[in-house]
């Protein structure tokens, strides 16, 4: 940009002087991404600003990392350990969907303290958030569209009803829900009405074409495309409000993905060697030990009224899997690294690390392994989950009256993401395990 362009521009913020933030995650976009998003014309506006690569906490999955972003802490400090809250013998586990599951402060309870006006929409685990003015949350019922809405009106705030109930025909059902066209006009609508300070929107478009078809495929370009022209929407509608000159908008993504090469049913070897009991039916009737599949990980728990014998006898045979070639698990790391390395707690015994491309599933029934080109092998052909430092970065960029242009930083993690977004309100965030990435800023943060 040349000195004449930044001199045209707003004035970096200044104490007392109002700035708004516009938080835009686009699911499962990874930095190898930026090259082609670069030619599409709404995301460019923000990637020409100051981008760079955002490693995710672990799990690597969407609940846990968009938390992260709203509160600047790992799982251990908020306490959304998965997206699925562990339930052995359930085959469709409830979601975190409740915002009063999170365990610490988020940038909407710090924004309400200060009078901002606050917005979400399909943002992870915002239902029935207690400090969101404008909560229109991520939320569904796999029975179908009317039970989805019934249960999405109930989880929003009474001025998020407002708008879903205006927009509702826009929510699309083939063989589950689709939110994008929903969100985007729900986001674009709240803009123009309420101006808020603090608008975060989800959309998932290019995980859901990378987990049905593949990493690099025309689905997940079309996806990109789709979710480009709805940047460009919500970014006209900042314009028709008349304050994009007083709004940052951020870019972010929770993890990449990797393509599945194998599904791996734990829970059928525990059922084997007798350490999850069936009835009659088939249905899982008590355990001792259980995995909970988070991706390309799993989740080793142990029943809270297990004896000693039941702990031994799992914690062998899991270094049994590793051992053994032909079982697709690489390491079991005990929860006290994963602690330790990264920031990781929750009610289990540790995590099981898969081999490259397998996924892990919480089925007990038929076999323990499915491999991709089994003739009955129906499941996901791209996933994630894997550990943080593996080399599928996600993205963090920014643009506006506050953000430095053309700067490509080092990098980041997600939860300096949330930090930044608190420097930029003029809020600060507790106990964070993050910092304010202060390359990102015209003027560069003064930290501690």
Known sequence: MTDAAQLARPAPAVDGERRRLVVLSIDAMSDVDVPFARTLPHFARILDGAWGSAQAIYPTVTYPNHTSQTTGRTAAGHGIYAN??????????????????????????????????????????????????????????????????AILREASSPRGLEYVDRHAHEISWTKKHVFGRFNTSVATDIIRTETPDVLFVHLVDVDSARH???????????????????????????????????????IVSDHGHVEVGRCFRANRVLVENGLVRLDEAGEVSSWDAWVHGCGLTGQLHLHPEADDAAREKVLALVQEWVEDPEVPVAAFHPLADM????????????????????NFQNLWEGRSLYGRFDEDYTFLISQHGHLPEQDIQAVFAMTGPDIAQGVRFTGCTVSDEAVTFAHLLGLELPDADGAVVSETLRVPAQLA
């Open 84 to 149: 699925e809250k562990v339930s052995p013998g359930v085959r469709l586990p409830s979601w975190f969907w409740d915002a009063r599951d999170i365990a610490c402060p988020t940038i909407f309870d710090l924004a309400k303290e200060k009078g901002l006006t606050s917005a979400s929409v399909g943002w992870p685990v915002t239902g029935w958030s207690p400090s969101i003015d404008i909560a229109v949350p991520e939320i569904w019922d796999r029975a179908g569209l009317e039970q989805t809405l």
């Open 212 to 250: 049905s078809t593949g990493r690099f495929t025309p689905e997940v370009k079309q996806a990109f495309e789709r979710v480009d022209g709805w940047i460009g929407e919500i970014l006209t509608a900042l314009e028709d409000a008349g304050i994009a000159e007083e709004t940052n908008v951020a």
């Open 339 to 358: 602690r330790e390395d990264y920031g990781y707690s929750g009610p289990f015994l540790g995590v099981l690390e898969g081999t490259s491309g397998t």
